[in-house]
């Protein structure tokens, strides 16, 4: 027993400092041995869980999806309408990202063209597929206009989100990652809430921006 954990910490060390290096770096500038030293293993403690980087890569994308999924179902067990959950749901992701390395890496890779192997599904499929079902469920609960296209909307998000989050962090302090998912929220819910349900929804962008910062 002692040995498994000491064998799933170890996997966790490596796993961590491959992150933390993918984030930074890049997944093509970063070595095995680099991420060895990172970790502070062995060559063969590495070997004996992970075969390539490749492996190492589609383990940090496999948490990522983990991740996503775990918050997304905890949201809608809370009762929350299903706009609600949706936006706190990316409020969620960003302070997560905020919190430690794999989410941040788990999107860098997504960027960087690093393959996806079935049956794990691109990270950015399932993020839409994830919207969609809440955009529609919010178009059932009269939070969105009944005649958006719930696909292209779901995509809009996705690409808007992950293009705020590269663009803030090339150009901003991490810090105002909260104020510009606010700001792309404030036009997406002034685009397609009915005007007798935006302002709940204006509030609770600028409470979970206020929220994450004091997370």
């Known amino acids: 027993m002692a040995?498994?954990?000491?064998?799933?910490?170890?996997?966790?060390?490596?796993?961590?400092?491959?992150?933390?290096?993918?984030?930074?770096?890049?997944?093509?500038?970063?070595?095995?041995?680099?991420?060895?030293?990172?970790a502070g293993v062995?060559?063969?403690?590495?070997?004996?869980?992970?075969?390539a980087k490749e492996d190492l890569a589609h383990a940090i994308m496999e948490m990522q999806s983990r991740t996503s999924r775990r918050l997304a179902t905890e949201l809608?067990?809370?009762?929350y309408s299903s706009l609600e959950a949706l936006m706190r749901l990316t409020f969620g992701m960003a302070r997560l990202c905020e919190e430690g390395p794999v989410l941040r890496a788990g999107l860098r890779l997504a960027t960087g063209g690093v393959p996806v192997r079935p049956p794990l599904p691109h990270p950015f499929t399932e993020w839409r597929e994830i919207a969609s079902s809440r955009l529609l469920d919010a178009v059932r609960q009269s939070d969105v206009h009944p005649d958006i296209d719930v696909d292209s909307v779901a995509h809009t998000l996705v690409c808007s989100i992950v293009g705020t989050r590269l663009?803030?962090?090339?150009?901003?302090?991490?810090?105002?990652?909260?104020?510009?998912?606010?700001?792309?929220?404030y036009l997406i819910i002034r685009g397609m809430v009915p005007v007798t349900r935006r302002a709940r929804y204006l509030t609770l962008a600028a409470r979970l921006e206020r929220d994450t910062y004091a997370a």
């Not at 062995?42 to 075969?51: P, R, V, W």
């Not at 809608?76 to 009762?79: A, L, Q, S």
């Open 3 to 38: 040995r498994q954990l000491r064998a799933e910490q170890t996997r966790a060390t490596i796993l961590g400092a491959a992150a933390d290096l993918f984030d930074r770096q890049g997944y093509e500038s970063t070595s095995l041995s680099e991420i060895v030293a990172h």
């Open 167 to 185: 663009v803030s962090g090339t150009l901003e302090p991490d810090a105002r990652q909260p104020r510009r998912l606010a700001g792309m929220w």
């Open 76 to 79: 809608d067990g809370r009762g």
């Open 42 to 51: 062995t060559k063969g403690a590495l070997y004996f869980h992970f075969a």
